[in-house]
């Protein structure tokens, strides 16, 4: 599975962002898809994740009410939509693919795209 991540860039708090993965291999659809974030100095930490099949998400508290995941089977692609974002919301954002989904630890996540830096200024 190969992930890449893109969208992200410079943002007043208050706005939105959305951020891409574009995903491929013979067999991503039975793969957990998550995204993750890193700032400065940070763990790595859970933003949230969807089950390919069946849409399913699940998200983490500090973006919980804000942000939404998705995906178009037809392009390959997983989305998060991130609204109201705060200047803590800065850090690079990683989309990742596993196979467990009751899991929000890095460390079960087998695939990783690049990252990709939102900055938001307040």
């Known amino acids: 599975v190969q992930l890449q991540a893109s969208g992200g860039g410079l943002v007043q708090a208050g706005g939105s962002l959305r951020l891409s993965c574009a995903v491929s291999g013979r067999t991503f659809r039975r793969y957990v898809m998550g995204w993750f974030r890193q700032a400065p100095g940070k763990e790595r930490e859970f933003v949230g994740r969807?089950?390919?099949?069946?849409?399913?998400?699940y998200y983490g508290d500090s973006v919980k009410g804000r942000s939404t995941i998705s995906r178009d089977d037809a392009k390959n692609t997983m989305y998060l939509q991130m609204n109201s974002l705060k200047p803590d919301d800065t850090a690079v954002y990683y989309c990742a693919a596993g196979l467990s989904y009751y899991t929000q630890a890095p460390s079960d996540y087998d695939y990783w795209g690049q990252g990709t830096l939102v900055t938001v200024s307040s």
């Open positions: 969807i089950l390919w099949n069946g849409g399913s998400t």
